[in-house]
């Protein structure tokens, strides 16, 4: 700590000076993310002043600490302090205590809801490193980052918490000085036990599965079978049924959907209860949040892509009962695999994406989103025209590729570990993620040289092998550790990789660019 008292001191920061503290800052773009000395780095966008006292984002090399300088630091901040000449310099762990203390002092730190933001963009970040990369992707471009976001499946693989996954990206927030307001999703959760978990770390974002609430089934049975169910359904809901959906057209943007009375029972069948439970936890939300959530609703996890007459009713049910939805997930035709492009027709996916997009414009007009939206490289031009932008675009493991990516570049004997561990581990691995990989035609790391390492992750069968690798290369404590090492060491050539793929998918999306002020 001294030495950050002492580099402190020889950068003119001794007092909590602004005028100082703005031509740091503004250095930053000619000079470099931070100021070193001392064998010290202190992030210069996190320099920030609140009544007298310096904030700042500082670290040795391998642990980054908030720090707090001045004639008062803040009582509800933790960590180790040292008193030198009428100020005291206060050295906090980056935990989930002090990201809260840090969200009082500093609001633009925590997740807020994106609800009247046109365009988003989901960014997981499962090793928690990535969001000034994510940030650089989307800098002066028309599109807000969900910054923080993971499931539960990916927490319980990286060993991670909600808290924890919020704190982390909160801490890197401040460290680039970004104050443009981010989300936070709990994504894909089934119950209210899991949204309430996401909800107490502060996520404002949800997005609500429905498989398990909806009957699956009903799409294969006969009339006769589905009619059958379809009595034993309350007696209102039969009524708004017939009434509403039965042997309806709905004419929209040109194209017409039709509900036949026989579709209709069905996707009562087959969507009630799931409607009935969006219900609740929308009034959930509300009770717990007021109007600061956004609620996705997501359908895509079943085994057959969504019928745009199945899309209609649903939203319609949503709508008719006053659920607040922010965006929905249909299921799209073609395959939409983990970390490689878009699988299927073209014209196919395209002449019906356009219908669901006309779907959520005359249904409220929430956000279509995009899951397993990464690497989708040759729909995504068609994604921005019919969506005309207003969508959610959810990546996740494209980020963890690009940390991987970073290993096979400066770390060959890491990379080839980690290659190798995934090849090992596949068999169980892809029990719970669909992807169509082969592992055999993986070629042994041994074999290949230091420089045609990085070809593995533009190769699909290794790709994906590394894709869904990260539960497994994370709980090898030697892997992990050796990962996080690499990572914060060379941490502009790791943000550089995030920014330049992400940067991507804005591009071929056709995100517009800020217009200059
Ligand atoms: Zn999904």
Redesign the pocket.
């Known amino acids: 700590m001294e030495k950050v008292a002492r580099l402190l001191t020889a950068v003119g920061l001794q007092e909590a000076d602004p005028v100082r503290v703005a031509a740091l800052k503004a250095e930053a773009a000619d000079k470099g993310p931070w100021i070193e000395g001392e064998g010290r780095r202190l992030y210069r966008r996190s320099l920030q002043i609140r009544e007298g006292t310096l904030y700042f984002i500082g670290t040795d090399g391998s642990a980054k600490h908030l720090y707090a300088c001045g004639p008062v630091v803040p009582r509800n901040m933790a960590g180790r302090s040292l008193k030198a000449g009428g100020r005291s310099l206060l050295e906090a762990d980056l935990s989930t205590e002090n990201a809260a203390a840090l969200h009082e002092l500093f609001p633009f730190t925590a997740p807020v809801s994106l609800r009247d933001r046109t365009t988003t963009i989901g960014c997981g970040d499962r090793l928690g490193l990535a969001t000034p990369g994510h940030l650089r992707a989307l800098a002066g471009r028309r599109a807000s980052p969900v910054l923080a976001q993971q499931s539960v499946r990916e927490l319980t693989l990286t060993h991670r918490t909600f808290p924890a996954v919020v704190a982390d990206a909160s801490f890197l927030v401040f460290q680039e000085g970004y104050e443009g307001g981010y989300g936070a999703d709990g994504d894909?959760l089934k119950n209210l036990r899991d949204i309430d978990s996401a909800l107490d770390a502060g996520m404002p974002m949800i997005t609500l599965?429905l498989t398990e609430v909806m009957s699956a089934e009903p799409a294969g049975w006969t009339a006769a079978r589905v009619d059958e169910a379809f009595a034993s359904l309350p007696a209102e809901l039969r009524g708004i049924v017939s009434s509403r959906y039965e042997g309806k057209r709905f004419e929209l943007e040109g194209t017409a959907v039709e509900i036949s009375a026989a579709e209709a029972r069905r996707c009562a069948v087959m969507y009630g209860r799931a409607v009935d439970f969006a219900a609740r936890v929308d009034a959930h939300l509300r009770a717990r949040r007021g109007s600061a959530y956004d609620l996705e609703v997501?359908i895509?996890?079943t085994t057959a892509p969504t019928l745009p007459a199945h899309h209609l009713y649903i939203a319609s049910e949503l709508e008719r009962r006053g659920v607040a939805v922010t965006s929905m997930?249909p299921r799209f035709v073609g395959e939409f695999q983990k970390g490689i492009d878009y699988i299927g027709d073209l014209a196919a996916f395209e002449g019906q994406f356009r219908v669901h997009c006309a779907i959520a414009r005359s249904r409220g007009g929430y956000k279509v989103s995009i899951?397993?939206g990464s690497d989708k490289f040759s729909v995504y031009p068609a994604i921005g025209r019919h969506t005309a932008m207003r969508l959610h675009l959810?990546t996740a493991g494209t980020s963890w590729l690009e940390a991987v990516r970073v290993a096979a570049r400066l770390d060959p004997a890491l990379f080839r570990r980690m290659l190798a561990a995934a090849v090992d581990g596949f068999a169980e691995a892809s029990r719970l993620y669909h992807v169509a990989a082969d592992p055999r035609v993986v070629p042994a790391p041994e074999s290949l040289q230091d420089r045609e390492l990085e070809a593995c992750l533009e190769e699909p069968n290794a790709r994906q092998v590394l894709h869904i690798a990260y539960g497994q290369l994370l709980s090898d404590a030697a892997i992990r550790a050796d990962l996080y090492r690499l990572l914060q060491a060379r941490e502009k050539e790791h943000y550089a990789a995030v920014a330049a793929h992400i940067g991507r998918h804005v591009r071929l999306l056709g995100i517009a660019e800020v217009a200059p002020a």
Do not use: L, R, T
């Open positions: 894909h599965d997501s895509d996890e997930a899951h397993s959810k």
